[in-house]
């Protein structure tokens, strides 16, 4: 049946000349088809243009029935490269929204059918999105052992379809919630973490494929937060790690969103059997009525967050979040599964109305009151659709003034307004009525108990600075039970309470900041975590409270921007204004907010610690690189323009080789050519090598000065020619001749690391040139390893371990390690400036054995994430005590030890391990050296 003969009502145009040329465009479609056009043109401008633009395809489409006109235009988007489905889905989207708005409208579908139909253009573009997505990934050998088949079902990654999505329920213009989890026992254990970062990369291609507005549109926004622990997870977790989070630490309103979880793309049979594994969690086998409490608390909670509160007022009302509005239905619905659902399976259903039929027939809910609410909840449904598809935009909120109402009644078909708002306030009044008594009552939250000394801290905080003002004590008080609350959840509530008084110490002012947490209550997590976990970044935050923007800025829990991403935001930044004081300042304060954002990442487990190395090497490139212009400029204005070629900043030792951690200074040095020019030409010129060493130490100035936003990065030049006793600033010429004729072995061994990083990139080539030239002539020498061998000897007696946790000072620790690797790297020749990378430039040149070099580089992994994680952690010597549980967990997290005397174990195995590969691979060498071999 064709959908002219299965309409049952339509809308009244409410803007009639939107509707103009459809009678002459689809003369050849029946009287009622034409009146439904234009009644829906005539109210949404959003489907007034696809009728336009999609109208060749909706007259074959009207030719036939909805169902089959539904199946055309999913058919089209199956077995497509990445490069094509984008596209492809867009077409599928505007073809699949059309036809579902007429079926809707017209009566020809019900509530069922609609959002069925809006969730299989979901469920097609999850899945074939992923499996194109795969599919690349296994052309590149990056998913081990996985064949082009695999591609099929995902390589065994999955995504869990949450929410609306997961119970088939999609409103017009919904966003999707998929939790994407990968089955690690398809891998051999040590190939499980390349798997995992090949999925995290498919998830996050598989979001932006999705979500991206283009040309064409987009497909579905895809939120991922439902994931497990999502603040501290990346996008993709391995399903074991999933259920040791849900034994562990899940809570109700996460047994709740598992009620509709469905496996939708990827591995199926794989998602079904995690979703087996979940089912103790998710439904108890006692009656569960304390999930009534938490429920109600969480309703209170979206009611604070969104300022729902008072007697029902239809101009703005959020149809979902509102009192009486569809969430209502559905906390009453899923709360009482909770109750009773580990004991009655009957009562598991993913559909809401079903749902609400199975509490009926077992007596959970009394069947008028389950039929009246089943009723409100489609009505309730349609008006959200509908107030959706006048802009298609993901809203629930009804409209502000008479012509809004007026247009949302003639789309429900309705010319009598009043009629219509008097009916659906009886419905959100009625269903406020049969909700809010099943809950417990009262809105406020009370403080937890605390311990006598959690209680004396406490005590003290109104003398704080930033609780004098009477504005700021009386938001604080409205925020503090939940403060409170969540501090209480940290492992060490004592330890977590303190780091959070000295937060609170340290702030100059509150209003602003209590403000933001009252309005964002997810900081209040954040900021818990941090005290709980990691004293130091507490301690920066307190310093630097407004990096708490940054959060709600929408990009905080974004994929890593990059490099070249990060210099250009920060180069746009500076161009903003011709002032160089403050592009200063507003360099400081943007570097800070990405060096907390790398830090918060690192601390919650959305990077490692390699990861976040990398991230803050590429942090201080884009600052480097986005600043030293602006440098340059501002000392052009005085000086005139760089003589000659200009200069290049070349980045040293850990810079070089990209790995910082969350303390680390730079090491640069500058080289220039001056091409013969003896001086600039300014209104104060310079004599060329003046020039170049003064604009050095404005660079340096302007990234070491403090200011009011503190400063950007501590300096060190030691690593340039001649060290302390050399220029700051080096001509290309010196810096060549006196590599090649007079540096000594360590500082060869240094410019295994050089990188050029900013500056006139032809001079960058020549510098990277001759680091090259030296590398090649110099690693032959027979002095290096004894050389190498007198360099360990003096640091090792010029300072000794700090601790019985150090990592990066002394024998067979990361410094002894990066120096051996440098001696490989020279002896080698190679261009290589990683450590690992420049110990498999020795194992390729047999300097050492494969094992040997794989030992060392496992030993220099394991060392790298416990000085990381030290450095994001404390300000000193690392202190197990000192730092807390939540820290001692985060470091035996990154270290993979179960516990601290594990973690001394495997410090001590790698320590000795390298040290006496190190010792022996030095000695055998300058052993054979001495014998003329």
Not at 797 to 802: G, I, L, S, T, W
Request: with cysteine; net charge neutral; hydrophobic share 45%.
């Amino acid at each position: 049946m064709t959908l002219a003969s299965r309409l049952t009502r339509c809308p009244i145009p409410f803007e009639p000349d939107r509707a103009e040329g459809i009678d002459d465009r689809f003369a050849a479609q029946p009287p009622e088809i034409r009146d439904l056009l234009r009644g829906t043109a005539g109210c949404s401008p959003y489907l007034a243009g696809l009728i336009r633009s999609e109208a060749d395809w909706l007259d074959q489409a009207l030719a036939q029935s909805p169902e089959q006109a539904l199946e055309n235009a999913l058919s089209g988007v199956t077995g497509l490269m990445s490069s094509e489905i984008g596209s492809a889905l867009r077409r599928a989207k505007r073809r699949v929204a059309l036809l579902t708005a007429l079926a809707d409208l017209g009566g020809a579908w019900p509530l069922e059918a609609v959002t069925g139909a809006l969730t299989r253009l979901a469920d097609l573009a999850v899945d074939q999105t992923i499996r194109a997505l795969v599919a690349d990934e296994i052309r590149r050998g990056r998913i081990p052992g996985a064949t082009a088949k695999d591609a099929q079902t995902g390589a065994g990654l999955v995504a869990l379809a949450m929410g609306k999505m997961g119970a088939a329920e999609l409103n017009y213009s919904s966003d999707i919630d998929l939790i994407c989890l990968f089955d690690e026992t398809r891998f051999d254990p040590a190939d499980v973490m390349e798997a995992r970062a090949a999925f995290i990369r498919v998830v996050r291609k598989m979001t932006a494929i999705l979500s991206d507005i283009t040309a064409e549109g987009y497909v579905f926004r895809t939120d991922l937060r439902l994931r497990p622990d999502a603040s501290v997870t990346p996008v993709c977790i391995s399903m074991a790690a999933a259920e040791q989070y849900y034994e562990a630490e899940g809570r109700t309103w996460e047994r709740a969103a598992y009620i509709k979880a469905r496996p939708c793309a990827g591995d199926i049979g794989a998602g079904e059997r995690f979703l087996k594994t979940l089912t103790p969690f998710v439904w108890r086998r006692y009656l569960d009525f304390a999930a009534i409490q938490e429920a109600h608390d969480m309703r209170l909670r979206i009611r604070e967050h969104k300022g729902l509160h008072g007697p029902i007022r239809l101009e703005g009302h959020d149809m979902k979040l509102g009192p009486g509005g569809i969430r209502e239905i559905e906390f009453f619905t899923q709360t009482r599964q909770l109750i009773a659902g580990g004991r009655d399976p009957s009562l598991r259903a993913r559909e809401t109305v079903a749902a609400l039929a199975a509490l009926a027939d077992r007596g959970w809910v009394p069947q008028e009151v389950s039929a009246e609410l089943t009723d409100h909840y489609r009505a309730h449904r349609e008006i959200e659709h509908r107030v959706q598809m006048i802009g298609d935009t993901q809203t629930h909120a009804l409209p502000r003034d008479a012509a809004g109402f007026d247009r949302l009644a003639r789309m429900c078909g309705q010319g009598d307004t009043d009629r219509f708002r008097r009916a659906l306030l009886e419905r959100l009044e009625r269903v406020a009525e049969l909700t809010e008594d099943f809950f417990a009552p009262g809105e406020t939250r009370d403080v937890p108990e605390m311990s006598p000394q959690m209680q004396e801290i406490v005590d003290r905080w109104p003398s704080y600075p930033a609780l004098r003002s009477n504005r700021a004590a009386e938001i604080f008080r409205r925020v503090q039970p939940e403060i409170l609350t969540r501090l209480n959840r940290a492992a060490n509530p004592l330890e977590a309470l303190r780091q959070f008084d000295s937060f609170l110490a340290g702030l100059p002012a509150g209003v602003q900041l209590f403000s933001l947490f009252e309005a964002n209550p997810h900081l209040i997590d954040l900021l818990v975590d941090i005290c709980a976990t990691a004293p130091a970044l507490a301690a920066y935050l307190g310093r630097n409270s407004r990096v708490l923007d940054a959060v709600l800025g929408g990009d905080f829990f974004a994929p890593w921007p990059g490099r070249e991403g990060l210099a250009q935001a920060l180069s746009d930044r500076l161009a903003e204004r011709d002032d160089y004081e403050w592009q200063l300042g507003a360099a400081r304060a943007w570097a800070r907010e990405w060096r907390f954002r790398i830090g918060v990442h690192h601390l919650r487990g959305l990077s490692d610690a390699a990861q976040a190395a990398r991230e803050y090497a590429e942090l201080a490139d884009a600052v480097l690189r986005a600043l030293w212009p602006v440098c340059v400029a501002e000392f052009a204005r005085k000086h005139g323009a760089p003589p000659g070629r200009g200069a290049v900043v070349v980045g040293m030792g850990s810079l070089g080789a990209e790995r910082l951690n969350a303390r680390s200074d730079l090491d640069l040095i500058v080289i220039y050519d001056a091409a013969g020019v003896e001086q600039s030409e300014g209104r104060r010129p310079l004599a060329s090598r003046a020039y170049y060493a003064r604009l050095t130490q404005a660079l340096v100035t302007a990234l070491s000065a403090p200011m009011a936003d503190g400063r950007l990065y501590e300096v060190d030049m030691r690593l340039r020619p001649s060290g302390r006793q050399g220029p700051v600033a080096t001509s290309i010429q010196s810096f060549e001749s006196y590599q090649m004729e007079e540096a000594w072995t360590w500082e060869h061994l240094a410019l295994t690391r050089a990188r050029p990083i900013a500056g006139s990139g032809d001079l960058a080539a020549e510098v990277e040139r001759i680091r090259l030239k030296v590398i090649a002539a110099k690693g032959g020498a027979a002095r290096v390893p004894g050389d190498t061998a007198d360099m360990r000897a003096r640091i090792f007696a010029a300072k000794a371990p700090d601790g019985e946790w150090e990592a990066k000072i002394g024998p067979g620790r990361l410094q002894d390690i990066e120096l051996f690797a440098q001696s490989c790297a020279l002896r080698a020749g190679s261009p290589a400036r990683g450590v690992e990378a420049q110990i498999r430039a020795g194992q390729r040149a047999g300097l050492i054995p494969r094992d040997e070099a794989e030992t060392l580089a496992r030993a220099y992994r394991f060392l790298w994430r416990l000085q990381a994680g030290a450095r994001l952690l404390t300000e000193g010597a690392l202190d197990m005590g000192a730092i807390g549980e939540g820290g001692r967990a985060f470091l035996l997290r990154e270290c993979g030890a179960s516990d601290l005397p594990e973690l001394a174990s495997l410090l001590a195995q790698h320590t000795a391990r390298a040290e006496e590969i190190i010792q022996r691979r030095l000695d055998e060498t300058i052993a054979r050296a001495q014998s003329g071999e």
